[in-house]
């Protein structure tokens, strides 16, 4: 039975300076997330015009696909097929360098927050989904964007809520790879359509 999820990627601009704070430590040290430079996510956020939790679970989505299909021997051009349009579909691109322009990429919109990404060389394939931790944290950060919204520009909870949600966008971008996302090798025969 497929289960329908409301939507649980905010895509929120805030309206107050909100800088980027990057805070790499200790919480990526001893991970395989390697590859979560911080220019990446500057990069992330020019091309996508705004932070949010959509784009770096893209991000996430992405980088973890790309490597877990590289480490499972997977040849040639590398395809993504992302099933909602929304936020996360520009970390994608960024993150995988599968583009939309490159025809690398296709969206189904189906609401589905669900990456496969497929080695077009040996057809091998690797679905990525966002953990129910990371879904939590998206929502979140969108439950807290909306209070941020309709509070006056002086009220004393906005810089917390502000905070807040900086601080999850820096746990999205830095987490251990398992604890954002998971990565599943699929047959390429049993793909879901
Ligand atoms: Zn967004």
Not at 105 to 116: A, G, I, K, N, T
Request: some cysteine; glycine content about 8%.
């Amino acid at each position: 039975m497929l289960v329908k999820y409301y939507k649980i990627l905010p895509c929120v601009a805030f309206a107050g300076a909100m800088s980027l704070v990057v805070s790499y430590g200790s919480a990526m040290a001893a991970t395989s997330n390697s590859r979560s430079e911080p220019a990446l996510y500057s990069q992330l956020e020019a091309f996508h015009g705004h932070v949010c939790a959509g784009s770096i679970f893209g991000a996430r989505l992405g980088l973890a696909a790309k490597e877990v299909l590289k480490a499972s021997g997977g040849t040639g051009k590398f395809t993504a097929r992302y099933y909602d349009l929304s936020c996360p579909v520009d970390g994608i691109q960024v993150a995988a360098g599968t583009t939309y322009g490159n025809k690398a990429l296709s969206v189904q919109d189906r609401d589905e927050h669900r990456l496969v990404l497929t080695a077009q060389g040996n057809r091998r394939s690797v679905e990525a989904r966002l953990t129910k931790k990371a879904e939590e944290m998206g929502l979140r950060s969108r439950d807290l964007g909306n209070k941020i919204k309709v509070l006056p520009a002086n009220a004393p909870e906005r810089a917390a809520f502000e905070r807040e949600v900086e601080e999850i966008y820096t746990w999205l971008k830095s987490a251990p790879v398992d604890e954002v996302v998971s990565v599943t090798t699929l047959n390429s025969k049993k793909e879901k359509r």
